[in-house]
T-cell receptor
Framework: AQSVTQPDIHITVSEGASLELRCNYS??????LFWYVQSPGQGLQLLLK??????LVQGIKGFEAEFKRSQSSFNLRKPSVHWSDAAEYFC???????????FGAGTRLFVKA | DSGVTQTPKHLITATGQRVTLRCSPR?????VYWYQQSLDQGLQFLIQ???????AKGNILERFSAQQFPDLHSELNLSSLELGDSALYFC?????????????FGPGTRLTVL
């Protein structure tokens, strides 16, 4: 069965420090992978997505993610975190046919001054 | 602002009641999705419509139903409500409803069942 695991429930980083949020997926075929961000009281916003091609994907707000098939991972990175990045981040996999998106449990990011 | 609107923002009701949540997709989007977000279950896909037709079904209970109207707005009907139905319900829309589409999420409707 398809699944998405985000091992870290929450992460705290200092402003200006680098960030990596982990995501592992389980899916038989080549997955469609997404990262979304949810700010408090808001809906989800797409940061980036991967379908094929270059395994390093650039997104909005300075985020990038790298698809590693051998590790079944799609980790999200940002070189320098800003206080406004504090939010909850969701990794998701889009399954084939009819688009059933499976979301991970989310990682809440705290940014300290 | 994603361009997806949801009404109402908040809804408080009692067990056993029925409610209707409404979603208007972004202009030009033909597909609508419904999601439930709760503390214990996380974010779960409920159902997807494309141009008025049901396209995909997820973990949607039989007490729940949805439809997409000719003007492309969608409604999610929740009946015989239980305490466990308390959650945030999100609607999202996309252009063509395919696996590669970007989904744009509305701000959600917070449902509280007392």
């Amino acid at each position: 069965a398809q699944s998405v695991t985000q091992p870290d429930i929450h992460i705290t980083v200092s402003e200006g420090a680098s960030l990596e949020l982990r995501c592992n997926y389980s899916y038989g075929a080549t997955p469609y992978l997404f990262w979304y961000v949810q700010s408090p009281g808001q809906g989800l916003q797409l940061l980036l997505k991967y379908f094929s091609g270059d395994t390093l994907v650039q997104g909005i707000k300075g985020f990038e993610a790298e698809f590693k098939r051998s590790q079944s991972s799609f980790n999200l990175r940002k070189p320098s975190v800003h206080w406004s990045d504090a939010a909850e981040y969701f990794c998701a996999v889009g399954t084939g046919g009819g688009f059933k998106t499976i979301f991970g449990a989310g990682t809440r990011l705290f940014v300290k001054a | 602002d994603s361009g997806v609107t949801q009404t109402p923002k908040h809804l408080i009701t009692a067990t056993g009641q029925r409610v209707t949540l409404r979603c208007s997709p972004r202009s030009g989007d033909l597909s609508v999705y419904w999601y439930q977000q709760s503390l214990d279950q996380g974010l779960q896909f409920l159902i997807q419509y494309y141009n008025g037709e049901e396209r995909a079904k997820g973990n949607i209970l039989e007490r729940f139903s949805a439809q997409q109207f000719p003007d492309l707005h969608s409604e999610l009907n929740l009946s015989s409500l239980e305490l466990g139905d308390s959650a945030l319900y999100f609607c999202a829309s996309s252009v063509s409803g395919t696996n590669t589409d970007t989904q744009y999420f509305g701000p959600g409707t917070r449902l509280t069942v007392l």
